[in-house]
C-alpha cells in the first residue's frame, strides 16, 4: 500500500467532535492537504476560513485522500460513515481508524477494508481536549511497517508518543481498552477518595495536598480531582465516552472477573443517568453524593 502516496500525504478527517476537531486543526496546520467532513454541519463552521476544506458528503471528503481518518463516537456511527468512504477511498489509501470502539468492531473493520482493498491501521489515541489541541496525543498503534510508514507525518501531527501495540488490528483497541479502564479506575478513586476525606470532616482539597508528588500521584488525579474540586465539569472527554468504553472492555474480558468494571459501569452509568451524561468524565463525583 502506499505506492501512490509520495512525499506529504493528503488527508480526509471524517468526525469533527472533540476530539476530531482538534486533531484536523493540527493536521492541517502542518501543512497537509486537508477535508474535513461532520455528519451535522454546523461543527465544520469554524473550518469554513481554512486552510482545511470543508466536504458536504463523505464520498466528496474521501476521493483523492492518502489516509482518511475515522474519528467518531462509536462502532456504529464508523459503521455508518465508512459505508459510504470505502467504495469512494482511492485503492492506494490508507484508513487510519481513531475511533474507540473495541476489539470486535475493529477486526470486522479491518476485514471490510481489506476486502475492498484499502490498507488500515488501527489508532486509537490517549489523551483528551487539551492533548489533541496541543498536538500531543499519545498514539496507540497497531499496522504493517510500510503502512505505519506512510501514515508516519500525519500521526507527527497529532501525538508526540507513539506506542506500537502489533503489526495488526486489533491490537492498539484492545491496548486501548486497558487504558481506558485505568482512566475510568483513577478518576472514580480520586472522585471516592475526596468524598471520603469531606464526610469525615475534612477539607477534601487535604487529599490532592497530601497526593502531591507522592508516589501514588499522577498528573491526571490532580487534573480531575481539582476539576472536581471547582466542579469544572465542561467536557473534555464526556461521560458517555468513557461508559462506552468501561462497557467495551467488558465485553472484550467475559472471562475475566469483573467487580471493578461492573463497580465503573455503575458510577459512571449513574453520573449519565443523574443528568451529567455529556459533561467531562470529572462528573463521575457526582455519582458518590447523596
Ligand atoms: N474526548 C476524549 O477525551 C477522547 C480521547 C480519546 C479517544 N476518544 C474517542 O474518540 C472518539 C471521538 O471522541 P470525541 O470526544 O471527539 O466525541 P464527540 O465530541 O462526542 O464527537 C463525536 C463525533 O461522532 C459523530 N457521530 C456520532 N454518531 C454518528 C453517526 N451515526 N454518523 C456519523 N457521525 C456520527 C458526531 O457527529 P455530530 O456532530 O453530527 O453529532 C461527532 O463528529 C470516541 O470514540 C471517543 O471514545 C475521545
Request: hydrophobic fraction near 40%; proline fraction near 12%; avoid cysteine.
Given at each position: 500500500m502506499g505506492e501512490q502516496m509520495s512525499g506529504t500525504p493528503s488527508v480526509a478527517v471524517l468526525g469533527l467532535g472533540t476530539m476530531g476537531a482538534a486533531m484536523a486543526r493540527r493536521i492541517s496546520g502542518a501543512g497537509l492537504a486537508t477535508t474535513v467532513w461532520n455528519r451535522s454541519a454546523g461543527r465544520a463552521?469554524?473550518?469554513?476560513?481554512?486552510?482545511a476544506r470543508v466536504a458536504a458528503d463523505v464520498a466528496g471528503a474521501v476521493a483523492g485522500a492518502d489516509v482518511v481518518i475515522t474519528m467518531l463516537f462509536d462502532a456504529a456511527a464508523v459503521e455508518a460513515v465508512i459505508a459510504e468512504a470505502l467504495p469512494a477511498m482511492a485503492r492506494h489509501a490508507i484508513w487510519l481508524q481513531c475511533s474507540t470502539v473495541g476489539m470486535e468492531a475493529t477486526g470486522r473493520f479491518a476485514a471490510a477494508a481489506a476486502a475492498a482493498g484499502i490498507a488500515f491501521v488501527d489508532a486509537p489515541v490517549l489523551g483528551t481536549k487539551a492533548p489533541a489541541e496541543a498536538g500531543t496525543l499519545t498514539a496507540l498503534l497497531a499496522g504493517s511497517d510500510e503502512d505505519l510508514a506512510a501514515v508516519e507525518p500525519v500521526i507527527a501531527a497529532i501525538a508526540t508518543k507513539k506506542v506500537?501495540?502489533?503489526?495488526?488490528?486489533p491490537a492498539a483497541s484492545a491496548l486501548k481498552l486497558a487504558m481506558n479502564a485505568w482512566i475510568a479506575t483513577i478518576t472514580a478513586g480520586i472522585a471516592q477518595s475526596l468524598t471520603i476525606a469531606a464526610r469525615l470532616g475534612?477539607?477534601?482539597a487535604l487529599v490532592l495536598e497530601a497526593l502531591h508528588g507522592a508516589a501514588a500521584d499522577s498528573p491526571y488525579a490532580q487534573l480531575k480531582g481539582g476539576a472536581m474540586l471547582q466542579g469544572g465539569f465542561e467536557a473534555q472527554f464526556e461521560v458517555v465516552g468513557l461508559l462506552k468504553d468501561v462497557r467495551l472492555a467488558r465485553e472484550a474480558t467475559p472471562g475475566m472477573p469483573q467487580h471493578l468494571l461492573a463497580a465503573l459501569d455503575e458510577l459512571y452509568g449513574a453520573a449519565a443517568d443523574g443528568g451529567a451524561a455529556h459533561a467531562d468524565i470529572a462528573a463521575v463525583w457526582q455519582a458518590f453524593q447523596d
Open positions: 463552521g469554524s473550518f469554513a476560513e481554512g486552510p506500537r501495540a502489533g503489526d495488526a488490528a475534612l477539607e477534601p
